[in-house]
C-alpha cells in the first residue's frame, strides 16, 4: 500500500506562483500513475493533470495547461504541480492520488481509477 503526502499550498496572491509536492512511501511501483485533483468549496473534485512514475506525462486540465505544470523526482519519490499565474478560481483542497489500473493510461482524469489519496492541502488565491 501506498502512502502520499501533499505540501506546499498555502495563500497567493493573484498572478503569483505556487509549487506543491506529493512525497509517496510504501509499496511505490513503477506501473503507478500519479494524479492532482482538487475541490472548490462547494464543488465536486476535479482532475488537473496525472504523470506515471516510468512513461512520464499523461493529462492535463484544458484550464490550468498554459498556467500548471506536473513533474516527478523518481528517486525521491516525489511529485510536483507547479502552478503559475495564479487565478482566485484555483483556489481549493488539492489532493495527491495514485492508482495502478492500466486505464489510466488513456483515462487518466477518470477519479475512480485512484485507489489511494492524500490528505490534500489548501490553496487559497487572492484578488
Known amino acids: 500500500q501506498v502512502q502520499l503526502v501533499e505540501s506546499g499550498g498555502g495563500l497567493a496572491q493573484a498572478g503569483g506562483s505556487l509549487r506543491l509536492s506529493c512525497a509517496a512511501s510504501?509499496?511505490?511501483?513503477?506501473?503507478?500513475?500519479m494524479g492532482w485533483f482538487r475541490q472548490a468549496p462547494g464543488k465536486g473534485r476535479e482532475f488537473v493533470a496525472a504523470i506515471r512514475w516510468s512513461g512520464g506525462f499523461l493529462n492535463i486540465q484544458d484550464s490550468v495547461k498554459a498556467r500548471f505544470t506536473i513533474s516527478k523526482h523518481n528517486a525521491k519519490n516525489t511529485v510536483y504541480l507547479q502552478m503559475n499565474s495564479l487565478k482566485p478560481e484555483d483556489t481549493a483542497v488539492y489532493y495527491c492520488?495514485?492508482?495502478?489500473?492500466?486505464?489510466?493510461?488513456?483515462?487518466?482524469?477518470?477519479?475512480?481509477?485512484?485507489?489511494?489519496w492524500g490528505q490534500g492541502t489548501q490553496v487559497t488565491v487572492s484578488s
Open positions: 510504501g509499496r511505490t511501483t513503477s506501473a503507478y500513475t
Open positions: 492520488a495514485a492508482g495502478a489500473s492500466a486505464r489510466l493510461q488513456f483515462m487518466a482524469d477518470e477519479r475512480s481509477l485512484y485507489t489511494t
